[in-house]
C-alpha cells in the first residue's frame, strides 16, 4: 500500500484501485469454480475480437458474463436470447465499471427463459384476439401534416427522429414524453397513445395524422415494456396509423406485431412518415412541364384537325343550293297536283251520289224481303233438327241414367246395418253375461263375509233388547234379556252372573242407542 497523507482521522485511506484489487482478490478466493444457472438477457453474439458479452439473470438478480474467444470456439451449441443455460466459470470483477461477472468456461443449456416464455405466452394469447390481424393493419398517409411521437425527451431517439423529419419536409411535431425503460414503461406508453387518440381534430392541440413509438436498442428486460399487454391493446386499438420503432433491426417485440408498420430504427420510421419535400418539388415540376407540354402538343393537334376539317366544309350557297332546287320543283307542282286532287275526289263524290238513288235503294230492300221469306222457311226445319239433336243427346244421357249403382249402394248399407245389428246383439248378450257373473261372484262374496254362514255352522249372536250385537261378556250384567240368535231362529233368554261377577260393583250402564237392524255380514259376539 502507499503512503497515506497525516488526516485528522485514524480510519485507513485506501484508493479505488487497492479497494477494487482487494474485492477481486476476494471473490475468486471465496468462490473460485462455480456453476450458474440463469436466463441469457443482451446477447448480440461475438464481438469482433471473437470474445461475447452479456448477462445471466433469473426473476430477482442480474450478473455480468463474458466467454473468451478460447471458450467460445468449444460450446457445443448457439447461445441465443432468452436462452436458459447452466454456466461453468470462475467468478471475478471488473475493476473498470466496478462489477462482478463470470468468466464463463462451459456452458449448456438449461431450458427456454422465464422471460420469452412469457413472451411467447403472450403473443398467442393477443393473437388468438386477433390483435396482430394483418387485415386490421392501416396504410400510412402520404403527406401527414402533424407527426406525433411517443419516446423519451432526453434521449438521442427523438433528436434523430426530428432532424430526419426536418432534412426530409419540416412538419409540425408533437412529442408525449414516456419512460422508455422500467416497471412504468408500459403504463405510460399505453396513457400517451390514448390520449393521442383522444385529441380532438382542429382543437388547441391538433391531432396528429400518424404516430411514431421510438426507443433506442436494448436487452430483453431494457424493451420489455413494450411487450406490456396494455401497450399492445392500445395500439390494435389506435384510430391513428401508427409505426413501431422500438430496438434495432435484430430485436423485436409484441407491439411490432400490433403495428401498422414496423420501422428497423427510429430514422427509418421517421423515413416512413413522411416524403422527401426535394423529391416531391423535383417529381411536381417534372409533372408540372409534362403536363404543359402535353397541352400544347394536344391544342396543336385540335387546332390542326380543325383547320382541316374547316377546309373540308363546303359554303353556304353549296350547301343550300340543292334544297332550294327541290324546294322550286315541288311548289311548281303543287298547283297541278291540287287541280288533280280535287278532280279525283269530285269523281269519288259523283259514283257515290249515283249509288244512293231511289230505284237503288227499292231493289236493295226487295232483295232483302226475298231474303228473310226465305229464311222464314228455313225456320221450323231448322228449329225441328235443333229439338231431335236434343232430344237425341237427352236419350244418350238419359241411357246412362240407371238404378243399378243406387240399388247396390243401397244393398251395401243394408247388409253393413244387418251386420251392425247382429254385433250389437253380440256384445249385449256378452254385457249381459259379465253382469250375471258379476252377480253371482258378489253374491257369493256376500254369503261368504255374511254372519249367516257362521251360525250355520252352530254359533249364536247374543242381542241386547235393543237389538244390538254384546261383543263382550263385560258388557252383560245378572238379569239383562237376552236375545240369542240362531240360524232357525231366535231364542230369549236371561243373564245369570257367577260369584266373581256379583262381588263387583254393578256400573250403571247408559242406555243403549236405538239403531238399524245389523245388516248381512256385520260383526258381533259370537257363541
Known sequence: MSEKPESASNVTEY???EISGALKRTVEDTFGHVRVRGEISGYRGPHSSGHAYFSLKDDKA??????????????????????????????????????YQIVIEQ??????????????ERKRKLGSEGLFDPAAKRRLPFMPRIIGVVTSPTGAVIRDIIHRITDRFPLHVLVWPVRVQGETCGAEVANAINGFNGLERGGVLPRPDVLIVARGGGSLEDLWGFNDEAVVRAVAASQIPIISAVGHETDWTLIDLAADVRAPTPTGAAEMAVPVKADLRAQVATLGARLASGMSRYLDRRRQTQRALARALPSADQLLALPRRRFDETAGRLGRALQANTQKKRGEFDGCARQLSPRLLQQKIREKRIEIKRLDGQLPRCLSAFLDKRRAVFDRQAARLSIEPAARLAQRDRQHLQQLERRQVQAVNLLIDSVKRRSGELERLLKTLSYQGVLERGFA????PSGTPIKRARAVASGDELTLKFQDGDVQAVAKDGEERRSQPKTERPAPAKKPPVPAGSQGSLF
Do not use: C, N
Open 15 to 17: 484508493t479505488v484501485s
Open 62 to 99: 442480474r450478473m455480468e458474463a463474458v466467454i473468451w474467444r478460447s471458450s467460445m470456439s468449444r460450446l457445443r451449441f448457439q447461445p441465443e436470447e432468452g436462452m436458459e443455460v447452466i454456466a461453468t466459470g470462475k467468478l471475478t470483477t471488473y475493476p473498470g465499471s466496478s462489477k
Open 107 to 120: 456452458m449448456e443449456p438449461a431450458g427456454a427463459g422465464a422471460l420469452m416464455a412469457l413472451l411467447e
Open 461 to 464: 249372536v247374543v242381542l241386547d
